[in-house]
């Protein structure tokens, strides 16, 4: 078995920045992609983000390219993910999650594992 905590969420104005971070324990997951998804208050979730665990491919929803990118030690666990000039509409809990699938991308189906989820609100 697998557990994911996500930490580093918070309160935040427009224009700033977080970095929110993915730590696996259990069962080694070193081969699993690591996905990043967010859902804010009456909307379904969505994707983020995504890494494969050689570091090979890493995609972003379109809403986040060029702001959001993975960090640090890329998909080494933990995980980080940088989020710059944050938006009011990036306000949501954001999810971590560990797929076995290779190209899972923005499958949601396809990642097994999930974290309880962080709190990121941004202020206008």
């Known amino acids: 078995q697998v557990q994911l905590v996500e930490s580093g969420g918070g309160l935040v104005q427009a224009g700033g920045s977080l970095r929110l971070s993915c730590a696996a324990s259990?069962?080694?997951?070193?081969?699993?992609?690591t996905g990043w998804f967010r859902q804010a208050p009456g909307k379904e979730r969505e994707f983020v983000a995504a890494?494969?665990?050689?570091?090979?491919?890493?995609k972003y929803a379109d809403s986040v390219k060029d702001r959001f990118t993975f960090s640090g030690d890329k998909a080494k666990n933990p995980v980080y993910l940088q989020m710059n000039s944050l938006k009011p509409e990036d306000t949501g809990v954001y999810y971590c999650?560990?797929?076995?699938?290779?190209?899972?991308?923005?499958?949601?189906?396809?990642?097994?594992?999930w974290g309880p989820g962080t709190q990121v609100t941004v202020s206008s």
């Open positions: 999650a560990a797929s076995p699938i290779y190209y899972s991308g923005s499958n949601s189906h396809a990642y097994v594992y």
């Open positions: 259990g069962r080694t997951i070193r081969t699993y992609t």
């Open positions: 890494i494969t665990w050689d570091v090979a491919f890493t």
